[in-house]
């Protein structure tokens, strides 16, 4: 079973040592994808999330092990960075990448003022067809990231993305990815909040109506505690709504064991 995202310290944000994320997922008995951030223009400091792949693939490219341990990317997407993503990641010998929306409009979706100036249903939508116009733009992604990735710090009492305000603009991102047989990711970081893991279910049901079958499975851990945390969980949640756990090697899709 593979924990298909997590970041080491190649990540500006993570100080996790390749080795620590190894060895939690030896202990663990799963294999990982290591998917370093890569953001080009980011907000503020367009450097920021940038690293150098060279150094990469030659620090963990001799580390490389099927099934235990691959290489991977997480991708910021977005509309302007379309064309420089796709030619700074040509024939670089990534295993995985994950397809993420970071920043909408230029603005960070991290950053408080993101979800501040405005309500909830507009931000949210224009965030998801941001997404949708994305996805149906770029190609050269294996898995759409953490969908949910605003609830995390949006300023709203309730952060729940409900699939009944925002049924159009997810039902064209799942048509998108189903035409392109893309996977999505579920991503477990908010599994610990109940009410979050029932809204994400019916948006990976509508994924699974439309034509959507796989899914991989991401923590998105930043520290080695978090290495493979609620990935079997995921896994259940998987196969209750007959979706495929997948994983991705060479850029190519096997199905996951467990
Ligand atoms: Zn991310
Ligand atoms: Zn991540």
């Not at 409009?105 to 249903?121: F, R």
């Not at 959507?212 to 499975?217: F, M, R, S």
């Amino acid at each position: 079973m593979f924990d298909t995202h997590l970041h080491t310290s190649f990540s500006c944000d993570s100080r996790m040592d390749y080795n620590q994320a190894i060895s939690a997922a030896q202990k663990l008995g799963i294999g990982i994808i290591i998917t370093e951030h890569l953001d080009l223009d980011y907000p503020e400091n367009p450097e920021e999330f940038v690293f150098d792949f060279n150094e990469y693939f030659s620090v963990l490219g001799p580390l490389r092990q099927e099934d235990k341990l691959l290489l991977g990317l997480e991708l910021g997407l977005c509309a302007e960075c379309a064309e420089k993503n796709r030619q700074l990641i040509k024939g670089w010998p990534f295993d995985e990448i994950i397809g993420s929306i970071h920043v909408v409009d230029g603005i960070d979706v991290y950053s408080p003022a993101y979800t501040l100036n405005g309500e909830k249903k507009p931000v949210y939508g224009r965030y998801l067809a941001a997404m949708a116009e994305c996805v149906r733009d770029f190609d050269d992604f294996d898995t759409l990231g953490h969908v949910d990735y605003i609830c995390r710090y949006a300023a709203y009492s309730d952060q729940n993305l409900y699939i009944d305000d925002f049924y159009a603009e997810w039902s064209a991102v799942c048509a998108e990815l189903s035409r392109k047989e893309k996977a999505l990711e579920l991503n477990t970081r908010r599994f610990d909040d109940k009410t979050a893991v029932a809204s994400l279910l019916p948006l990976y049901r509508r994924y699974r109506e439309l034509g959507g079958k796989y899914v991989t499975l991401g923590s998105d851990a930043h520290r080695a505690e978090n290495v493979g945390r609620g990935i079997a969980a995921a896994w259940e949640i998987a196969e209750s709504i007959g979706l495929k756990p997948v994983y991705y090697k060479e850029r190519k899709m096997f199905f996951d064991r467990r």
